[in-house]
């Protein structure tokens, strides 16, 4: 046996064959143990990508999905949470340290104010330095920071807006980041205000933030909707709010107040962004949420004279809907319980990604022309054009009675507006409202003062004349239709002064309007 043995070692071939056998296992043990320590890498990479609300040097170990699909880091103690269930407190790492280092200097005044007027350089060509210098300058509100609030923000803070107070009770969640303008998946489970001021600090380090994470309503909204630290009174508010009771309350409290405000309506469900407008709240019969809105400020008495981000577009067959809950969520219990809060919103509406940004830049576009200054010329809002159409009408046949008066020929005589023109003078700068009585119904424009001269241009003889109403922008003031028959028969006929028929504070009040229009007209 052991001569066999001997033989078979000292054979040549059994040599060859252990050799290739020893070296075959040696490469299938280094390419076992190479995968292993690829797959151990990878489990490493995985659970170093889900980060700690706690301190960002430790890994999650303990990650639990809780019923709104929220992230909680339990590995080194629970982060300490709001009466929302939501942390302050994000995944911390060396650049948020470093970014929150340099906002607190920056926002002392230790930073280079070339590099801010570098930064904005392209705004500054656009909107004027003087513009620029305004908006720098300005202290917006913006109330809910979800989809629409977030993009409406990160561009006011991209845009110069130094002062912005962000209002909002609820948390990223995972869902929010289908539509979310910052938030990242370090983010969920945090508040949506410590989100934004987290992201957009390392953007622009000097924006000042005033964090208020609470829920809007009524009783608030004297202290959230208030001046700032140094009693600076907000230049605009944005309403971002999707739940109708809070909206309403908001949407009051700025009309009484006379807070400039722009209100953001609903973009669930939605799918076209040209079918996107401004206009206003009265005008906005298309969109649910605004409609809704729109009846309960009626029934306080407010119809119009608020600035609404609304959509146009009509549902239709393989389009999405808000449909019913289905049943076996009503089987979980009581509807009530499902919310985040009591009576807040418990259905998951089916939403676009791209449709709330598209909503927030609006709005923050919006903002930033109103407060800079910047002609706003927006097309007519869809339905109103009928009535654009009838003012128009009125002022001709305005134009072509006083002619007559004058004693001149009136025959083939044309008016230089447009509905544009009509709706600028409507919406914008009267607010669909009686500059004489704030009434909001049966409107019409009419000249304010009888002219001195002619009130029509002559172009041109014979077939080839051209008769045209001197009539501007600065001369036209919105007015019932009663009112302006009393004021064309004492003003135009009977040929009396302004300050006869009209009381001192009225008159101030229009030429103050008159002034403004003067200042859009050179943009027509």
């Known amino acids: 046996m052991a001569s066999f043995l001997s033989d078979t070692f000292a054979n040549p071939r059994f040599q060859l064959f252990a050799t290739a056998a020893l070296s075959g296992a040696t490469v299938a043990s280094l390419i076992l143990g190479y995968q292993a320590l690829e797959r151990e890498e990878r489990l490493v990479e995985l659970k170093g990508s889900i980060p700690s609300l706690v301190d960002g040097s430790h890994h999650t170990n303990n990650v639990r999905t809780l019923s709104f699909g929220i992230f909680r880091n339990f590995a080194n103690g629970v982060a300490q949470l709001n009466n929302y269930g939501a942390s302050s407190e994000s995944a911390a790492d060396k650049e948020d340290a470093r970014n929150q280092a340099l906002a607190r200097r920056a926002q002392a005044g230790d930073f280079d104010e070339e590099l801010i007027l570098e930064q904005l350089a392209r705004n500054r060509v656009f909107l004027t330095p003087e513009g620029l210098a305004k908006l720098r300058d300005s202290f917006v509100i913006v109330v809910g920071c979800g989809g629409v609030g977030s993009h409406c923000v990160a561009s006011l803070v991209r845009s110069g807006v130094s002062k912005i107070r962000l209002v909002d009770f609820d948390q990223v969640t995972l869902s929010s980041l289908?539509?979310?303008?910052?938030?990242?998946l370090a983010d969920v489970g945090t508040s949506k205000v410590h989100c934004l001021q987290r992201r957009l600090v390392a953007?622009?380090?000097w924006v000042q933030f005033d964090l208020q994470q609470e829920k809007f309503d009524e009783t608030v909204a004297g202290r959230i909707l208030g001046s700032w630290q140094d009693g600076r009174k907000p230049d605009f508010i944005v309403d971002a709010i999707d739940n109708i009771e809070t909206k309403v309350e908001l949407l009051k409290y700025c009309y009484d107040e006379k807070l400039q405000v722009i209100s953001a309506m609903g973009a669930g469900c939605k799918s076209d962004p040209t079918r996107i407008v401004v206009g206003d709240i009265g005008a906005s019969k298309d969109d649910g949420l605004s409609r809704a809105t729109r009846r309960r400020l009626k029934l306080l008495g407010i119809t119009s004279g608020i600035p609404v981000v609304y959509s146009t577009e009509q549902s239709?067959?393989?389009?999405?809907?808000?449909?019913?809950?289905p049943e076996e969520e009503f089987q979980k219990g009581s509807v009530g319980d499902l919310g985040v809060m009591p009576h807040f919103r418990v259905r998951i509406l089916p939403v676009l990604g791209t449709m709330p940004a598209v909503f927030g830049l609006t709005a923050a576009n919006h903002v930033i022309l109103s407060i800079t200054g910047y002609p706003l010329d927006y097309v007519p809002a869809k339905g109103r054009e009928k009535m654009y159409e009838g003012i128009m009408t009125y002022v001709q046949g305005s134009e072509d009675r006083l002619a007559r008066?004058?004693?001149l020929d009136t025959v083939g005589l044309k008016t230089p507006l447009t509905t544009g023109d009509v709706a600028f003078l409507c919406e914008e700068l009267y607010h669909g409202r009686s500059v004489i009585s704030g009434i909001s119904t049966k409107l019409v424009l009419i000249r304010w003062r009888k002219p001195e001269g002619s009130s029509m241009s002559v172009i041109g003889e014979g077939k080839h004349v051209q008769k045209c109403s001197t009539v501007r922008l600065r001369d036209l003031v919105c007015m019932t239709k009663e009112e302006a028959t009393r004021h064309e028969k004492e003003i135009f006929?009977?040929?009396k002064m302004i300050e006869e028929l009209y009381d001192v504070e009225t008159v101030k009040r229009v030429e103050a309007k008159l002034e403004s229009a003067a200042r859009h007209e050179q943009y027509r």
């Open 178 to 184: 289908n539509r979310h303008a910052v938030a990242t």
């Open 203 to 205: 953007i622009a380090p």
């Open 316 to 325: 239709g067959e393989g389009k999405a809907e808000l449909l019913p809950l």
């Open 493 to 495: 006929k009977a040929a």
């Open 405 to 407: 008066i004058l004693g």
